[in-house]
């Protein structure tokens, strides 16, 4: 046989995969091969899916933020929906096997595709979201999607970038049950980041406010509002945080430390800048012990400079010119 009739042949094999692939109802167990996903319970009715503390890639199928849901006696209430489809169909699989409340209400944090992109799951249930939150999905969501798709592949089949359909009411308090729900409208992640803050168990879901032993990323970041939002949630009398990424954990910890990270990459970039050093030797400086111990380092301080370096020594240099 021919290389090229053997190469054919292969090829023949791939599109018959993906057909079938194509005409398989998806259902739980055809997202079960991709996502397995334990709840972990943090408090009274409360659960959390611990994502992987990785950048995207075809092995983790993007799953690498947290999600959460509380389970009270008027329905489910669901914090961010995942990277895809068959992410949030899984969450719901998982949840039904936890109770059998329905769920009856989404909360989106922000609009980074790790943590809405699981919405054409739950499209059935009013998807709730910040104003700013809303309009970024529907404005940018669909290039997000498929750039999801090429970072992590077949796991985002089906997947696409559903708007939220109602607002969150970050004026009054909400109750589900007996939990309390109070939705807080912050900044600093991005231009718009929801916590959810459940007064009944203490637990913050903060969205990524927090990072925890991971580096936080800063593609949309507004690092001084960041650290306003820091500061006023750490005055905040919650007992239990689920950070957008990483362990959860009692306390304000992840508060603190995303916010000596901040603080320390922000420092170095103005003195680098001050000393007049190209944003490629920003990139390749060693980083303390302290934050090379952490996640996707040294990766994700190589893109905060590309983020956040030019602009800063664009202004040490305007700076200079005035001298
Ligand atoms: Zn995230």
């Not at 194509?22 to 996903?37: C, K, Q, R, W």
């Not at 231009?191 to 168990?201: P, Q, W």
């Not at 992840?254 to 944003?279: C, H, N």
């Amino acid at each position: 046989m021919s290389v090229r009739m053997r190469a054919r042949q292969v090829w023949r094999l791939l599109i018959g995969a993906a057909a079938l692939g194509l005409f398989v109802p998806v259902s739980a167990n055809a997202a079960d091969g991709y996502y397995e996903l334990v709840p972990e319970q943090v408090a009274d009715d409360t659960y959390v899916f611990l994502g992987a503390q990785e950048n995207f890639s075809f092995d983790n199928h993007g799953a690498i933020s947290n999600t959460g849901f509380i389970v009270t006696d008027n329905g489910v209430v669901v914090i961010d929906t995942g990277p895809s489809r068959l992410y949030g169909e899984a969450m719901r699989a998982a949840i039904a096997d936890v109770t059998d409340q329905p769920v009856v209400q989404v909360y989106i944090t922000h609009a980074h595709p790790d943590h809405f992109l699981g919405n054409n799951a739950f499209e059935d249930v009013p998807i709730a979201a910040l104003a700013e939150t809303t309009s970024a999905i529907r404005e940018i969501g669909p290039d997000l999607a498929s750039n999801l798709y090429n970072l992590v592949g077949s796991a985002m089949r089906g997947t696409t970038a559903v708007v939220p359909d109602a607002a969150a009411d970050t004026e009054n308090r909400v109750t589900f049950g007996d939990h309390e729900l109070e939705l807080v409208a912050a900044r600093g992640h991005t231009a718009s980041d929801l916590m959810v803050f459940d007064h009944s168990t203490g637990v913050l879901f903060a969205g990524d406010i927090a990072f925890h032993d991971r580096a936080p990323t800063t593609p949309n970041a507004d690092i001084a509002a960041w650290h306003e939002t820091l500061a006023a949630t750490q005055q905040r009398n919650f007992k239990t945080l689920v950070p957008g990424h990483g362990p959860v954990v009692d306390g304000g910890e992840a508060l603190a430390q995303t916010g000596d990270y901040l603080t320390w990459l922000l420092q170095g970039f103005e003195q680098a800048a001050a000393r007049g050093a190209s944003a490629a030797e920003v990139m390749f400086l060693p980083l303390p012990e302290r934050w090379a111990a952490l996640a996707v380092e040294p990766g994700e301080y190589r893109r905060s400079v590309s983020h956040l370096y030019p602009s800063i020594e664009r202004a040490a240099l305007e700076r200079d010119g005035t001298r």
